[in-house]
């Protein structure tokens, strides 16, 4: 379902039921893989989705974002990707903890915008 270019595509659902939450779904090797994120962009890892999902709403679930997204490392417990979205590129990492996904906004963003810490 690669998008015009042949780029992996992503789609991030926002769900009304049974509670409102977001799924992430990336392509990857003809799927959607899909990890729960509570509370929009981040833990939980979930099943993966035929392509056709990443155009699929009904009246519980619209499509928050979509795009495409580009690998930039991969480990065995973390991966690193950038997800090109319609308010633009946002980097984010994914992470093993052992007995679920941590999602991470990274601290350096493409085009060399940095994020700030949360202050208290």
Do not use: C, N
Not at 17 to 26: M, T, V
Not at 70 to 91: M, Q, S
């Amino acid at each position: 379902m690669a998008d015009e270019s042949g780029r992996p595509v992503f789609v991030l659902h926002e769900h009304r039921k049974p509670q409102p939450h977001y799924d992430l779904r990336l392509e990857e090797r003809g799927v959607l893989r899909s990890w729960a994120v509570p509370k929009g962009l981040p833990p939980d890892s979930r099943s993966d989705h035929d392509l056709d999902h990443a155009t699929y709403t009904d009246t519980d679930k619209d499509i928050a974002d979509s795009g495409w997204w580009e690998l930039e490392d991969r480990t065995d417990k973390r991966f690193v990707f950038v997800l090109h979205g319609r308010e633009g590129a946002r980097r984010y990492a994914l992470i093993d903890t052992g007995s679920d996904w941590l999602l991470h906004l990274t601290k350096g963003q493409p085009g060399g915008l940095t994020v700030s810490p949360l202050r208290r």
